[in-house]
């Protein structure tokens, strides 16, 4: 091919496939797709073979701009059976909840607006009205998410001056959540308290001195020590804390308000529990176990989170109005006692196994396709670890089932399987029913194929 054969950016945009592709992605977009795929075949033209036509060189640009424009934030089917998904998103979002981001994004809103007064509100006052009614905490303070929170509780509390922590709770939290190195970019010192597997009430007592400003507390989200192991209890933390008059933080991470025990697992320390306990703040997630838009919650003192609210870093932190509406929606449910029946992952913790055996026997019999085994599902996302609840899974067997789990993840929408032993698995209890069709339809396309 001769490269002057290949068609000019000019004649290719008065061909009518070019119209189309200037109608369906804009002018300038289009022309610079025409352009890179000129400049790619220049770069890899061949003397023996002929130049592209104008409708073959529009066929490769509109492939380069569906590329570009193509979405990469997609709805997925979580099948791994892995209900706090942080690959995934974390929680899925109640139905009110979607609704109350979807109402609010549409117009204007009070957002920092006091309807009574016809003045400037605060932003703040959405869900801490709620989060105090629900925890009876004193003052509640929503950011970004937990690792703000605590970001911003280390460097309003803490910065430049010491900060008691044990050496048991140093932990790493996925996505590069570390607590020495949220500890350094808060400016605030960190003192490493005991040892690994035991820290004592005198240890952290010794390690006090008038620079000592916060003695924090980590939950061991996603992992345990056992063995011979022993840290001070929160109500020991609180007290010591008290009579040097120094706030103790607590960093519970999942920020469950509900008893996980009620479910046959182990018992995840609530928020409530921790403010009763009399921690000066309590810091948790919002997407964890609470089951609503990331977030970052406060909870506790009110001078404290007075504190917060006013330092510079709150601003930077401070979550949008699409969040709030969320979270204060879903923290509805927990006052309206309503959580259970609405919010998808206790939907899906308190989910009688009988349905679920009934769910994965509905897409057994419709795809003829696999058969229905006991299995695990686990909470994920840092909360509980070792911790699983008894389901019934659809075990698709298959030769290679690398190959047949990449090919339920290039359907639309993907869904997310996990592999056991040459079985490709699928576990109902992450599966929203409401994606139950589309997962039926899926698979037999793929039981269609082979
Ligand atoms: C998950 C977790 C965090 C981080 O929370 P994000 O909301 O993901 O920022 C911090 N601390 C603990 C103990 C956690 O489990």
């Not at 200037?22 to 400049?39: H, K, M, S, Y």
């Not at 992992?223 to 008290?242: D, M």
Request: aromatic share 4%.
């Amino acid at each position: 091919m001769r490269l002057r054969d290949l068609p000019s950016v000019d004649h290719l945009l008065q061909h009518k496939a070019a119209l189309s592709l200037i109608a369906l992605f804009g002018r300038p977009l289009t022309v610079q797709a025409i352009r890179e795929n000129l400049d790619i075949l220049r770069s890899t033209a061949h003397y023996d073979q002929p130049a592209p036509n104008a409708e073959q060189v529009l066929n490769q640009a509109e492939s380069i701009l569906n590329s570009w424009l193509s979405p990469t934030l997609i709805p997925v089917i979580n099948a791994t059976g892995v209900i706090i998904h942080t690959n995934l998103g974390r929680a899925p979002l109640s139905h009110a909840s979607r609704k109350a981001m979807s109402d609010l994004s549409v117009g204007y809103s009070t957002l920092e607006y006091d309807i009574e007064r016809g003045k400037r509100g605060k932003r703040e006052t959405h869900p801490a009205a709620l989060l105090c009614r629900l925890t009876n905490a004193e003052a509640a303070l929503v950011v970004n998410n937990n690792a703000a929170a605590i970001l911003l509780a280390l460097t309003a509390l803490a910065k430049r001056k010491e900060v008691l922590i044990s050496r048991s709770q140093l932990i790493e939290i996925g996505g590069g959540f570390r607590i020495p190195e949220v500890m350094r970019q808060s400016g605030a010192k960190l003192v490493e308290v005991g040892t690994t597997n035991r820290t004592h009430l005198h240890d952290f007592e010794q390690a006090i001195s008038p620079r000592t400003k916060l003695i924090l507390c980590a939950h061991h989200s996603n992992f345990k020590i056992v063995g011979y192991t022993s840290e001070p209890s929160p109500a020991e933390l609180v007290a010591l804390g008290r009579r040097h008059t120094i706030p103790v933080i607590n960093d519970l991470g999942s920020g469950a308000l509900l008893d996980t025990a009620a479910f046959g697992l182990a018992h995840e320390p609530t928020v409530q529990e921790s403010l009763r306990a009399g921690f000066s703040l309590v810091a948790f997630s919002g997407d964890k176990l609470l089951g609503g838009p990331q977030a970052g919650i406060l909870l506790g003192n009110k001078a404290i989170i007075d504190r917060l609210r006013r330092h510079p870093l709150a601003r930077a932190v401070r979550p949008d109005k699409l969040c709030l509406a969320a979270l204060a929606a879903t923290l509805r449910h927990y006052l309206k006692d309503e959580a259970l029946q609405t919010i998808p992952i206790w939907q899906m913790i308190a989910v009688p196994e009988e349905i679920l055996k009934a769910r994965a026997e509905v897409w057994r019999s419709t795809t003829c396709h696999g058969e229905i085994v006991s299995g695990r599902s686990t909470i994920g996302g840092g909360s509980l670890p070792d911790e699983t609840l008894p389901t019934w899974l659809l075990a698709l067997p298959a030769s290679h089932p690398n190959a047949l789990a990449a090919q339920l993840r290039r359907g639309h929408p993907p869904i997310i399987a996990r592999i056991e032993k040459k079985h490709v698995i699928l576990d109902p209890r992450t599966v929203l029913p409401e994606q139950d069709e589309l997962l039926i339809s899926q698979l037999k396309k793929m039981a269609a194929l082979g």
